[in-house]
């Protein structure tokens, strides 16, 4: 049984047909929102980060939504397979009452960020090999307070327009890279982003998008606000060096990340929890509204097959709603959710043995 599922798009696929897949060639790294199931991929970004892109040392994109740039923060300290095991432990071992309020998740959330990543703050933001970019959305309209009627009713009407069309979307959020003070992303051009100070058009989708560098003063809050559900954690208010306004969860706009990567030069491999990109949070009930197109020409991406999947416990990766299955039995959850991360050591493994000897003809389109 093949634990892991590959694919590429049409010119990523012609480098792995010529080359093979080689560590020099990735230039950028995707890591989509998704909450526990990035525990499901601990074993393979502990292959990446510990093992593959060392061998192969030259400045990589890290760019994440919510989990997605927690992972990453994590892979740019100095040991990255330290920092990651502590966050795959930290992250299975909170506990909750049934039902918590917002402000008990929010205070956990920032009590686990601060046992990771206090005194690596300055490792992470001057990483030699890795710049990391992180995604939020700040709130428009009626969703520029979190307040608890207009939140509700805010992302109410969002849901609705979301489901006449992805565009209508911008008239509630929008984008905030939080972007790694050396670089810009690869994949976006100065011309595509607003300014913190302006109000330019964007070009590349149809949301504003702000760029605001990332430092010590700024770099904890843009982590909280990158996985602030709403209702579930408090929005982030008033980010250091970002546009005034409140905060909220990446995933809202940028679930998997779709984003116009064909843009950069060299590949993107992208660690996913499944083999299909959705593009925003609110698609994800919508089947209809799958990535697809000349953005993702340069992108690997490598996921669980679903035969994997099956041989876990309840035949899936850990997911949000496990808090609520395990709200009696604290011990039975993290025994669970354990189990997944020792399993997923098969998806790093079998990316190496692929990596050393590719085999194009087990690569599956895009």
């Known amino acids: 049984m093949r634990s892991l599922a590959i694919r590429a798009g049409p010119v990523a696929l012609e480098a792995i047909r010529r080359d093979g ?87 956990k959330v920032r009590e686990m960020l601060r046992a990771l990543f206090d005194g690596h703050d300055e490792e992470i933001l001057s990483s030699p090999g890795y710049r990391l970019h992180v995604l939020a959305v700040r709130g428009r309209g009626i969703l520029t307070r979190d307040a608890a009627v207009r939140r509700t009713l805010g992302f109410g009407a969002a849901a609705f327009a979301n489901l006449a069309g992805r565009r209508h979307l911008r008239h509630f959020l929008e984008r905030t890279v939080f972007h790694d003070a050396r670089e810009w992303p690869p994949f976006l051009a100065a011309s595509d982003l607003v300014p913190a100070s302006g109000e330019a058009p964007i070009r590349f989708d149809e949301f504003h998008t702000h760029a605001v560098a990332l430092d010590a003063g700024n770099l904890r809050e843009a982590l909280v606000a990158s996985a602030a559900i709403p209702m579930v954690i408090e929005a982030v208010p008033d980010i250091p060096s970002a546009p005034t306004g409140v905060y909220w969860d990446g995933g809202l706009i940028d679930y998997h990340l779709h984003l116009p990567y064909s843009r950069s030069e060299g590949l993107v491999l992208y660690p996913h929890f499944t083999d299909r990109i959705v593009p925003g949070w609110l698609d994800k009930a919508l089947p209809w509204r799958r990535a697809r197109g000349a953005w993702l020409d340069n992108v690997v991406l490598v996921s669980p097959t679903r035969e ?54 087990r690569v599956l389109p895009l």
């Open 308 to 361: 994997y999947l099956a041989a876990l416990p309840f035949g899936k990766l850990p997911d949000r709603n496990d808090f609520k299955r395990f709200e009696s039995d604290y011990e039975g959850r993290v025994a669970y959710w354990r189990k997944a991360i020792a399993e997923s050591a098969r998806l790093g493994e079998e990316f190496l043995e692929f990596a050393a000897r590719p085999d194009p003809s």
């Open 21 to 107: 897949l080689d560590a020099r060639a990735v230039a950028i790294v995707p890591g989509a929102a998704g909450g526990p199931k990035a525990l499901g991929l601990h074993g393979l970004d502990v292959a990446l980060f510990g093992e593959w892109f060392p061998k192969a040392a030259r400045v990589r994109h890290l760019v994440g939504a919510s989990i997605g740039a927690w992972r990453f923060a994590a892979a740019c300290r100095r040991d990255p397979v330290e920092g990651l095991r502590e966050l795959a432990r930290l992250y299975a071992e909170q506990r909750y009452p049934p039902r918590p309020a917002a402000a008990l998740v929010t205070r």
